[in-house]
Nanobody, 120 residues
Framework: QVQLQESGPGLVKPSQTLSLTCTVSGGSITTSYYAWSWIRQPPGKGLEWMGVIAYDGSTYYSPSLKSRTSISRDTSKNQFSLQLSSVTPEDTAVYYC????????????WGQGTLVTVSE
């Protein structure tokens, strides 16, 4: 059973960089052909896919967030991370990490989510 766990600060100040890490257990992030995404849900709004890092290390980002988003990985720790720069209160959301197959793009496993608030 694959499990994902998000971690990181729950409060970030405006203009700073939001950094979150997803720790994966029960499966390797380098296993073909899976992809590991970051998804967020602002209060009262729907889910927004932010970006993905695939099993081979390739990355893809939402066009609307591409200029501020970076996803990386540490294969030795079986973790992947999100950095979102120049945050504003509009970036306040529950942030999730999730796994999908590269062929189906359907999310099979999710972390429980972590709330990040952008505020002074």
């Amino acid at each position: 059973q694959v499990q994902l766990q998000e971690s990181g600060p729950g409060l970030v100040k405006p203009s700073q960089t939001l950094s979150l890490t997803c720790t994966v257990s029960g499966g390797s992030i380098t296993t073909s052909y899976y992809a590991w995404s970051w998804i967020r849900q602002p209060p009262g709004k729907g889910l927004e896919w932010m970006g993905v890092i695939a099993y081979d290390g390739s990355t893809y980002y939402s066009p609307s967030l591409k200029s501020r988003t970076s996803i990386s990985r540490d294969t030795s720790k079986n973790q992947f991370s999100l950095q979102l720069s120049s945050v504003t209160p509009e970036d306040t959301a529950v942030y999730y990490c999730a796994r999908s197959a590269v062929t189906t793009h359907q999310f099979e496993y999710w972390g429980q989510g972590t709330l990040v608030t952008v505020s002074e």
